[in-house]
């Protein structure tokens, strides 16, 4: 196996830990002091959001295995960025943006249509990682209920997607408050979450 350079000595993953830190940051702090964040950076915290909050494993093996494979070379072995425990750089965003909430409500400020470009797609990530881990978790089969939900939110987010093409073409997107925007790509980053 090819050996894995590691930028600075620290494990695999630390640099994008430490820039992820720095958006979440960045965009919290813009979003306290009232200035509307700009395009690139709202982008940029999308794709923070999805490298820590969806599923990135394509193999689902136990952790015996794992160690396994990885004692015989077969299989980088898995560091935390950091140095970190697993799970702390998105524990770490979360709390920025709990923070954030806060201090916005202090200020009476939770409302605000910067305020909420940059939570509620967040908000969405957050609860679908949620959702996705606690089903993960779970070994039991899918219950009725949770089919029934699965299907339900796959009809609601094609429809939503399909709203948005509509928008799209019509023009309307461009009409649309920034709020009703966020709210609806926050439906399709909260399925994303979720899968």
């Known amino acids: 196996m090819n050996e894995t350079i590691q930028p600075l000595g620290l494990p695999t993953g630390s640099i994008r830990a430490l820039l992820a830190l720095v958006v979440v940051i960045v965009s919290c702090q813009q979003i306290l002091s009232g200035i509307e964040p ?15 909050f969806t599923t990135r494993r394509y193999v689902n093996i136990t952790k015996s295995l794992r160690t396994q494979l990885e004692n015989r070379g077969e299989l980088e072995k898995e560091e935390n960025p950091l140095w970190l425990p697993r799970g702390s750089i998105r524990s770490l965003i979360s709390i920025a943006f709990g923070v954030t909430v806060i201090l916005l409500i202090t200020q009476g400020r939770l409302f605000d249509t910067q305020a909420w470009a940059i939570l509620v797609p ?26 029934i939900f699965a299907h339900l939110l796959a009809l609601i987010v094609v429809f939503v997607g399909i ?5 799209t073409f019509s023009e309307g997107l461009p009409k649309m408050d920034e709020w009703e ?7 399709i980053l909260y399925y994303f979450g979720t899968r």
């Open 163 to 167: 709203s948005l093409l509509y928008l």
């Open 181 to 187: 925007a966020s709210l609806l790509l926050s439906v």
């Open 38 to 52: 700009n395009l690139l950076l709202s982008e940029t915290l999308m794709i923070v959001l999805t490298h820590y």
């Open 122 to 147: 967040f908000a969405a990530y957050l609860i679908g990682g949620f959702f996705r881990q606690s089903k993960e978790k779970s070994s039991k089969p899918p219950n009725w209920f949770r089919r």
